[in-house]
């Protein structure tokens, strides 16, 4: 680290000014991340599907009736609509938008506004979620398995999401020692780890 007065470092150049490669510049994320953000984006897609589909047909979700855990109940009461909007049709269109940025090839694309629209998703998501836990535990007093189980694939995206932040936010090498580029249109560079 540079003392007090000393010039900063310029980009791609290490503290005696030698040249750094592309892969200590560039932050892997592993292979597994993108499928995991895909297959979880398509499990929202279906469990939000499946309490769509009940909301829109008056079925009740297959699931207890009675006592704490009661999906009737939840599903049913003045809590499952938002602004005049079903909860369910919220979800479906929350997770179609989340498999559409959580499309593999698209965890290479080096723009930061992805990084940020992915990262905004999330903690839109997260943030429901615990309105929706607070109305189910302390107004309808009850548990919906089934919203639980969005909810629990809602946390772990967003724990994939905010985990692989630095990584997609960091700035892309582009070849030159000189200089970086700030959102590339995609990133050769950006290797995913097998781990």
């Not at 470092?9 to 005696?16: E, I, V, Y």
């Not at 007093?141 to 724990?159: D, M």
Request: aromatic residues 12%.
């Amino acid at each position: 680290m540079p003392g007090p007065g000393a010039e900063p470092m310029a980009p791609g150049k290490d503290a005696d000014n030698e040249s750094i490669s592309a892969d200590t510049l560039v932050r892997r994320v592993p292979i597994w991340v993108p499928w995991l953000a895909f297959a979880l984006s398509l499990l929202g897609v279906g469990l939000s599907s499946y309490l769509t589909y009940d909301h829109f047909t008056g079925a009740l979700p297959v699931c207890s009736d009675k006592g704490f855990v009661n999906c009737a109940a939840v599903t049913t009461s003045p809590e499952s609509y938002f602004l005049g909007i079903p909860v369910a049709v919220m979800g479906l269109a929350f997770y179609v938008a989340m498999t559409v940025v959580n499309i593999t090839p698209l965890w290479k694309v080096r723009a930061r506004w992805l990084a940020w629209l992915r990262i905004l998703m999330a903690l839109s998501g997260i943030g429901f979620v615990f309105h929706l836990l607070w109305a189910e535990l302390f107004d309808v007093k009850a548990l919906c398995l089934w919203c639980t189980g969005v909810h629990i694939t809602t946390f772990i995206l967003f724990i994939v999401v905010m985990v692989t932040a630095p990584a997609m936010l960091a700035p892309s090498y582009d070849g030159d020692d000189s200089e970086f580029q700030d959102g590339a249109l995609e990133d050769p560079d950006l290797d995913f780890e097998d781990a």
